[in-house]
């Protein structure tokens, strides 16, 4: 819709004059000022600021209401007077540039300008009760009072660290609230803190007084909203200095844009809230302030609108106003550069309460109709156009003078249409290209290249399945390097796109990734959204170089099985083999069964055989005889036992001795 503007980043800022809400003061896209009559629901001044371009209106406030006379005077605000006689005059507007620009209604141009005092922005600006007092506070952290009577500052003092984002008098003109990262509450006649609160994690983009009471009763209340936060908090001044935390929070459905706020003066009033937040919707609350309460309240009434199509789209709120009735609100909705003003009955006994409006014949602006401008050229059909492209539409054919013109010819008699090229994309007919016969048209790289590009701009899958299924590294790299820069990130957003999907596919479109970082990295570097645009390609190859880590593990540890496994198998078979093996002798079968009959019988015999032979050695030499008998003795024993044949021989001796 075109009322998008009024849910934009940057707030446009909105004000209703105060009392009678007369009139609607509010800073468009296109930098002018406009006040709107609420009870005509006309347009009754418009202003156009000299920088309206390059220092852009940041926030507005109106002065209080004074009795204007023809002279250049401004008087102060007479209590007794009657509303007829006190006209909201005065509107006090921030710039980007540091200046505030004070514009008069009564006059119908600009009143006075404050510059000189800020070197930064100007977030936002306060009125004093006494309307010849102005304060402002800047991005530059500095708060400045302004005289308006001779159009400078009285005083300037370093309010915060960060940026002053809001400010808030007093009713009674003693104290002043500011925000930066801290909210600090000012004595305005020593410039000194009085207290300091501190809550919001954000920047402060609201602060308001909620009750009247004079700040050493223990009655002061005010409420804060800050930026992405979605409750205001209600803080109380407290005498004995113990009041740095919120004592009440009310909860909404976003932050708050525009707040309208009706104070009370005693413990027995309760305080009336209209908060219209950043997502179009307006809240009303109404709360007796008494002390702490640690449960957050929720509004009493919630007020969306929508228009009356048959799929209904939300209208945005852009300001409310609450009346001097608990029933009456009124409510500004639409487009910032032509708003819908409506004074509209609310049964607060309904928390859900939803208005249709049809704003289709109000609002001036919309998608269909906004200037656009790209111009699109009336063409007969008659008419030829030319235009630059990729050259290799028709296949050319290697060759000299004589190939130009059999190209001439060809592009004469006859062009390829994409079904055939399509055909001749097939893997087989480019696996023989080169054995192709010369007079036949083969496909190129560069008809690759104009397919590939026709493809992308299609979203063709059929045309893109057949490019795509090249293995060969020359035909990818040639097509790619013929590609125009625009086809290059689309390129990247289908590889990326067949990447996530079958592991087959995948390796043919790495070796298209690589090609395409190999020849357009300068231009993919030149590209300020690089990182928004590659995010899925840079997150799924991270994700898949995690997953190798772990898939290298995995294959190590099932290696070290199968290989533990194979030579358990391989070792159970070569033991069988062996154990057959050792059992089989054939040829002294019958010199083993006789030794095996006689192992038993030896023993005795060998003991009387050794005995003999004792004898006839000690007659020789006793000493040595003695040492060979020791060495003699063990071998002789386990050739005993291990050979039958040994035992033949000796038994063999002891016969014939």
């Known amino acids: 819709m075109a009322a998008d503007g009024g849910s934009s980043s940057p707030q446009l800022p909105c004000a209703f004059s105060p009392k009678s809400r ?34 852009t209106c940041i926030c507005i406030a109106w002065g209080p209401c004074r009795t204007v006379k023809e002279g250049p005077q401004r008087k102060k605000r007479k209590s007794e007077a009657g509303l007829v006689e006190e006209k909201a005059d005065l509107l006090a507007m921030g710039t980007a540039a540091g200046t505030v620009l004070i514009y008069s209604t009564a006059k119908g141009a600009l009143h006075c300008t404050l510059d000189g005092g800020h070197s930064g922005g100007v977030n936002c600006v306060q009125w004093h009760p006494d309307d010849s007092l102005l304060y402002s506070g800047s991005d530059d952290t500095n708060i400045i009072e302004w005289d308006l009577q001779t159009g400078k500052p009285r005083s300037k003092w370093k309010a915060d660290r960060a940026a002053v984002s809001s400010l808030c008098v007093s009713p009674d003109g003693k104290l002043l609230l500011s925000a930066g990262q801290v909210i600090k509450m000012w004595d305005l006649d020593t410039k000194e803190v009085y207290r300091k609160f501190t809550g919001h994690s954000t920047a402060v983009t609201t602060l308001c007084f909620a009750t009247t009471r004079p700040p050493d009763s223990n009655g002061l209340y005010f409420l804060s909203g800050a930026a992405h936060d979605r409750l205001l908090s209600v803080w ?11 004592v009440v929070s009310f909860t909404l459905t ?32 109404e709360h007796f302030l008494n002390g702490p309460c640690k449960k957050p309240f929720s509004p009493s009434c919630t007020v969306q609108m929508s228009d009356t199509k048959d799929s209904p789209m939300p209208i945005p709120l852009l300001a409310a106003a609450l009346g001097a009735d608990t029933r009456s609100v009124l409510l500004t909705y639409g487009n910032h550069l032509q708003p819908v003003v409506e004074r509209v009955e609310i049964n607060t006994a309904e928390r859900h309460i939803c208005l249709t409006r049809d704003v289709q014949t109000t609002l001036s602006l919309s998608m269909e109709t906004t ?23 028709q296949a050319p054919i290697k060759g000299t003078s004589q190939g130009s013109e059999k190209r001439k010819k060809d592009t004469d008699t006859k062009e390829l249409s994409i079904a055939e090229r399509l055909g001749e994309i097939d893997l087989s007919t480019v696996s023989a290209v080169k054995g192709a016969p010369k007079g036949t048209a083969s496909l190129q790289t560069d008809n690759f290249a104009v397919l590939l590009v026709q493809g992308l701009e299609s979203s063709d899958a059929n045309i893109l399945n057949k490019v795509f299924q090249t293995r060969k590294e020359m035909v990818i790299k040639k097509t790619v390097a013929r590609l125009p820069l625009p086809a290059v990130l689309p390129l990247v957003e289908e590889i990326t796109k067949r990447l996530q999907g079958h592991p087959f596919t995948a390796v043919l479109m790495v070796r298209w990734l690589k090609a395409v970082l190999m020849h357009h990295t300068s231009y993919l570097a030149s590209l300020p959204d690089l990182v928004t645009q ?37 070792s159970n078979t070569v033991t069988d083999v062996d154990h057959t093996a050792k059992l089989v002798y054939e040829e002294e079968s019958s010199d083993e069964d006789e030794a095996s009959g006689d192992e038993g019988l030896p023993d005795e015999e060998d003991s009387d055989n050794w005995e003999e032979e004792e004898a006839r ?27 039958g044949e040994e035992d033949m021989d000796h038994e063999n001796e002891s016969e014939e001795e």
Not at 29 to 34: E, K, S, T, V
Request: one cysteine or more; hydrophobic letters at 30%; charged letters at 30%.
């Open 617 to 643: 050695e000690e007659k020789m030499d006793e000493e040595e005889e003695d040492k060979e008998e020791d060495e003699e003795d063990p071998d002789s024993r386990t050739d005993s036992k291990a050979n």
């Open 22 to 55: 007369q009139y609607l003061a509010l800073c468009a896209q296109d930098g002018r000022l406009r006040i709107w009559n609420t009870d005509s629901k006309t347009l009754h001044q418009e202003y156009v600021p000299s920088a309206h371009l390059s220092a």
């Open 236 to 246: 109380q001044v407290r005498e004995d200095g113990k009041d740095k935390n919120s």
């Open 371 to 393: 200037v656009s401008k790209v111009k699109t050229p009336i063409v007969n059909a008659k008419s030829k156009v030319l235009v630059p492209g990729l050259p290799g539409h």
């Open 254 to 285: 976003d932050e708050p844009q525009h707040i309208d706020l009706v104070a009370s003066n005693s413990k027995e009033e309760a305080v009336r809230m209209a908060v219209v937040c950043k997502d179009g919707q307006l809240h009303l609350f």
């Open 534 to 570: 590659l995010g899925v390609l840079y997150h799924m190859i991270e994700s898949r170089v995690k997953m190798f880590h772990k898939l290298t593990k995995l294959h190590g540890k099932l290696y070290l099985l199968t290989t533990q496994v194979a030579t358990g198998d391989g």
